[in-house]
């Protein structure tokens, strides 16, 4: 079965601090993306970012970066000086072929994080 | 390109009325996705289209609900006899590819807030 865990509900930081929000994943299919997804309040999805299970390179986007472990099934995200606009859920999800749909993603909980000025 | 765009972006009904939702998504984009979300959760997959056969339904797409996309264009998400349970956020999702993963990510709308009465 396919599985995405975040395990932190809700962050608060305070603006500029760093913070890095956990992903842990499951799947047996060998050949898999993971997403992040940022949902400011108004709703709409906004991808983030997509790796594929061949790929471990990290990625740094400007203040996002983000670390991806095969050996611990984990794809986790750092917001590096953190701002108010930064506000929003923050999901991870998983995308695979074989073992569930055809390219549907499979969404963890979400992640809350609140930046205070 | 303006985007997914879903209407009506907010919905009230009451217990037992029938209800529809439209999703036009991104022009040339050939998967179509819907999801439902939720309070407190990430988004769950309800079904998604390939042109205009629709290809996959969860569990979670009871008899009630009924999805089509005639002419592989725009979408509709229909509920009958809608439930207390059936409120949610319903989001529509695009992509470009027969594999969200591996050719783009899906892009989404920013939803339609369903509240039943």
């Known amino acids: 079965a396919q599985k995405v865990t975040q395990a932190q509900t809700e962050i608060s930081v305070v603006e500029k601090e760093d913070v890095t929000l956990d992903c842990v994943y499951e799947t047996r299919d060998t050949t898999y993306y993971l997403f992040w997804y940022k949902q400011p309040p108004s709703g709409e999805l906004v991808f983030l970012i997509r790796r594929n299970s061949f790929d471990e390179q990290n990625e740094i986007s400007g203040r996002y970066s983000w670390n991806f472990q095969k050996s611990t099934s984990s794809f986790n995200f750092t917001i590096t000086a953190s701002q108010v606009v930064d506000s929003a859920v923050y999901f991870c999800a998983l995308s695979t072929y074989y073992g569930g749909s055809q390219g549907n993603l499979i969404f963890g909980k979400g992640t809350k994080l609140s930046v205070k000025p | 390109d303006t985007g997914v765009s879903q209407d009506p972006r907010h919905k009230i009904t009451k217990r037992g009325q029938n209800v529809t939702f439209r999703c036009d998504p991104i022009?040339?984009?050939?998967?179509l996705y819907w999801y439902r979300q939720t309070l407190g959760q990430g988004p769950e997959f309800l079904t998604y289209f390939q042109n205009e056969a629709q290809l996959e339904k969860s569990r979670l797409l009871s008899d009630r609900f009924s999805a089509e996309r005639p002419k592989g264009s725009f979408s509709t998400l229909e509920i009958q006899r809608t439930e207390q349970g059936d409120s949610a956020m319903y989001l529509c999702?695009?992509?470009?590819?027969?594999?969200?993963?591996?050719?783009?990510?899906?892009?989404f709308g920013q939803g339609t807030r369903l509240t039943v009465v």
């Open positions: 999702a695009s992509s470009l590819g027969e594999w969200a993963g591996e050719d783009t990510e899906a892009f």
């Open positions: 022009s040339e984009h050939n998967r």
